[in-house]
T-cell receptor, first 115, second 116 residues
Framework: DVKVTQSSRYLVKRTGEKVFLECVQD?????MFWYRQDPGLGLRLIYF???????EKGDIPEGYSVSREKKERFSLILESASTNQTSMYLC??????????????FGQGTRLTVV | AQKITQTQPGMFVQEKEAVTLDCTYD???????LFWYKQPSSGEMIFLIY??????QNATEGRYSLNFQKARKSANLVISASQLGDSAMYFCAMREENTGFQKLVFGTGTRLLVSP
């Protein structure tokens, strides 16, 4: 069974803390994505990566960074957590191709609360 | 610029009726893929259906079909014979093949409520 696994389901962090969200996929996908989901705003792309050590900014990269040292692992880093980063974070992966069977697979999500 | 628009924040439908969820998109890439996902209250993202920009026929998957109107840049999801379990958030998404490193962008979603 194919899987995208996020390291935590729920996290509570303090303002100013450095926060790491980890995502691992076992499908040998080239593309990996980080989104945040907020009510009424849908899924907004933070960063994505199409290869090891390669990263591209999404629509809302401010306050975040990412790391992809291995193909299967994509980490999202909140350098100094703030209350406005309280959200649901979703990781996804896809093949670097388009067509039937190239849909994204998602992790279960991490609900981060910054207090 | 790559963009997905879902203009219906919420939709209501009675069980066994059909419902159409709207999605329009904007792209300058001639090659792209359109996806629909369902997100129940449990939170997982469930892939429903895919339409490629060069596909001649509208995609269908069971009770789901995609009304693809390329000239109008619309990709509406049609759910036939709605069931109570169809109550969920529905997201339209797009990937361009040749630009933007194939990033995947989503619309804001439509919440569907199916009543008995």
């Amino acid at each position: 069974d194919v899987k995208v696994t996020q390291s935590s389901r729920y996290l509570v962090k303090r303002t100013g803390e450095k926060v790491f969200l980890e995502c691992v996929q076992d499908m040998d996908h080239e593309n990996m994505f980080w989104y945040r989901q907020d009510p009424g705003l849908g899924l907004r792309l933070i960063y994505f990566s199409y290869d090891v050590k390669m990263k591209e900014k999404g629509d809302i990269p401010e306050g975040y960074s990412v790391s992809r040292e291995k193909k299967e692992r994509f980490s999202l880093i909140l350098e100094s957590a703030s209350t406005n980063q309280t959200s649901m974070y979703l990781c996804a992966s896809t093949l670097l191709a388009l067509g039937q069977g190239t849909e994204a697979f998602f992790g279960q999500g991490t609900r981060l609360t910054v207090v | 610029a790559q963009k997905i628009t879902q203009t219906q924040p919420g939709m209501f439908v009675q069980e066994k009726e059909a419902v159409t969820l709207d999605c329009t998109y904007d792209t300058s890439d001639p090659s792209y893929g359109l996806f629909w996902y369902k997100q129940p209250s449990s939170g997982e993202m469930i892939f429903l259906i895919y339409q490629g920009s060069y596909d001649q026929q509208n995609a269908t998957e069971g009770r789901y079909s995609l009304n693809f109107q390329k000239a109008r840049k619309s990709a509406n999801l049609v759910i036939s014979a709605s069931q109570l379990g169809d109550s969920a958030m529905y997201f339209c998404a797009m990937r361009e093949e040749n630009t933007g490193f194939q990033k995947l962008v989503f619309g804001t979603g439509t919440r569907l409520l199916v009543s008995p």
